[in-house]
């Protein structure tokens, strides 16, 4: 499917760009062109690409997905009408190494990501509202500022000097300060949202889902009720994958999805496992066939999202007697 920018006058031949992105720069090129191109990666250089490709017929522009380095030039070229896709390092690496491709520069990785985008029927989704960035955005924080307080604290437990405990347990209470506040205002902008407030208050009916999580998977699991239970599994990243080859019956393996959502629900399903009965029943189940404890609190962490996708499909609270 060809996908115009209906603000520009555009060339009739559709192309594939691939971007290569890092921290200060990005390598982009695409179909026809006969070499790779850097831009900064700062609000002129992404306007200055933007504006190389305005009368191009795009068919995907794919960039590598490089823990956010990314987001800006994909906001900014989506809202110039262009059609983006993200994707894991790994599909990109994979299909290099299928086609001989070993040598690895940021060059040679632009033309592969735009090789890759031209063999690949890749799903192109809508540009998330301004309120769901700034929603994402925060989350991201709380999660930022989440991980650092076990950081600070695990520190703690190692210095004896009563002065450094005195500096490392302030800088703790400051951030569980900040934390207090970021968690205010995810709850302030969930709440201006009906739809959002009706879902996160939903989810927590849930044993083993607790505001933190229920923000995060507003946040960042939008497609929540609105897809298959196969759908909802792979985009959190653990629906399993076979890996047989002929009598040979390897183990079931999972792989790409959302890491974030995937983390926080662990941490949900640990506390299901012991206190929600379906989850509970079956991570007993696993644990007695000899499945190991990661596989068991997979299988915990499917069965969850399962759960949740369900509830907020039919807008019906947790009942641990039909919510099996």
Known sequence: MNHRNPNHTQTSSPINVGIDMAKAKFDATWTGLDRVLTFENNAQGRAQFIAKLATCNLRVMVVESTGGYEKRLMIEAMKAGFPVVRVNPGRVRNYANSEGVLAKTDHIDARIIMQFAAS?????????????????????????????????????????????????????????????????????????????????????????????NARALVAHMPELGQVSRQAIAALAGVAPYHNDSGKRKGRRRIAGGRAKVRSLLFMAALTASQHNPPIRDLYQRLTAKGKCHKVAMTACIRKLLTIVNAMVRDQKAWNPATNT
Do not use: M, Y
Not at 156 to 177: G, H, K, W, Y
């Open 120 to 212: 690949k029927d890749l799903p192109i989704r809508p540009l998330p509202d301004e309120n769901a960035l700034k929603l994402q955005e925060w989350v991201a924080r709380e999660a930022q500022l989440t991980k650092t307080i076990v950081i600070e604290k695990n520190r703690l437990e190692n210095f004896d000097d009563p002065a450094l405990r005195q500096i490392v347990q302030a800088s703790i209470t400051q951030l569980e300060e900040q934390r207090q506040a970021v968690a205010a205002q995810i709850d302030a902008i969930i709440e201006s949202s009906e739809a959002w407030a009706a879902t996160a208050e939903l989810v927590q009916t849930v044993s083993g889902i607790g505001p933190k």
